[in-house]
């Protein structure tokens, strides 16, 4: 805006002192203009002027044309590069869409790999029947991901206004990681008062939960040597808090400050854990952060809006 009111202002004044020049033989006394250095500067204005005019109209065409192909030229390439954005777009879309159901399936695939095996060596029939049953349940959970996420695009007006029982919500989560806790040889700590109840979405405060602690045991498991991975809920003043605590060997320093970033995962995972858990809490109308995350003492805070 600046530079455009630059130029208009020296257009402006150009066509004073060219107005001025041209009018020296009417502004001037007579005796001025008819000898000396005044009548040749008159003379060159009046020999100069029209053809430097024409030259001038001639050139401001030209640049008139230029500019309007350098425009079309540029509107073009923004069309093309629009196109090429927007198909960038959408395979960026289906890579985001493709790594949150490999990320959604991967905790009860894994249960699944762990309960076959089990269940391929049990000789006792009450036992396997129990380990098929389980095999039944996290088959049912895949397929209710797959459904949760099919329907991700629509709206659910009273999802947040839902009751979810927060106590009974983490006791289904004790079962669905007690085989992953096994597995790698932690202990699962759950402190919650029974009727402690939160508002929000129950597969989603389910499922965002579930990936905080699943990355909690996928470290203790990396580190080979047990651990503990404590879920403590209380109440207070109409917020419940949620801690999610593990004593494993902590975030990188290099991981810190990008956690719930899409993609960012110091291990082979997809990197989508934290960052689906802080979207659907936050959809719920509350909040994830990570408030410690030092060797031996991780801990992540949900805070839900109380029931």
């Known amino acids: 805006m600046f530079r455009r009111l630059k130029s208009v202002l020296v257009i402006v ?3 004073f002192v060219g107005l001025i020049l041209a009018s020296l033989d009417h502004i001037l006394p007579p005796t001025t203009v008819a000898t000396g250095p005044t009548m ?12 430097l005019a024409g030259v001038l109209f001639a050139g401001a065409l030209i640049y008139a044309q230029r500019a309007r192909r350098l425009h079309q030229a540029e509107r ?7 196109e090429r954005l927007a198909g960038t777009e959408r395979r960026q879309a289906i890579w985001v869409v493709a790594a949150a159901v490999a990320h959604d399936l991967k905790n009860p695939l894994h249960n699944l790999q762990l309960l076959v095996e089990e269940a391929k060596d049990e000789q006792d029939p009450a036992l396997r029947k129990e380990l098929l049953d389980r095999i039944r349940e996290n088959v ?22 839902a009751r979810v029982d927060l106590s009974g919500t983490l006791e289904e989560l004790r079962q ?15 402190d919650c008062p029974r009727g402690l109840a939160v508002r929000g979405d129950a597969h989603a405060l389910r499922s965002a ?8 045991l996928e470290a203790l498991q990396a580190r080979g040597s047990g651990g503990t991975l404590a879920l403590r809920a209380e109440r207070h003043d109409g917020v419940v808090e949620l801690v999610v605590q593990d004593d494993g060997p902590g975030i990188p320093e290099q991981l810190r400050t990008r956690l719930f970033t899409p993609f960012s995962s110091g291990h082979e995972g997809t990197g989508l854990g934290l960052a689906i858990a802080r979207a659907l809490t936050r959809a719920g109308g509350g909040d994830l952060v990570c408030t410690d995350s030092g060797p031996g003492r991780t801990t992540f805070r949900f805070t839900f809006q109380a029931a």
């Not at 049912?140 to 947040?160: C, F, K, N, Y």
């Not at 669905?176 to 759950?190: D, G």
């Open 13 to 15: 004044a150009g066509f």
């Open 209 to 216: 939960v579930e990936n905080v602690a699943a990355n909690a």
């Open 140 to 161: 049912d959970r895949a397929t209710e991901r797959l459904a949760e996420l099919s329907r991700a695009g629509q709206q659910r007006a009273d999802s947040v206004e």
């Open 76 to 82: 073009a390439a923004a069309e093309v590069l629009a």
């Open 40 to 51: 040749w500067v008159i003379v060159f204005v009046d020999w100069v002027a029209p053809p």
């Open 176 to 190: 669905r990681l007690s085989p992953t806790a096994q597995a790698s040889k932690a202990v699962l700590q759950i």
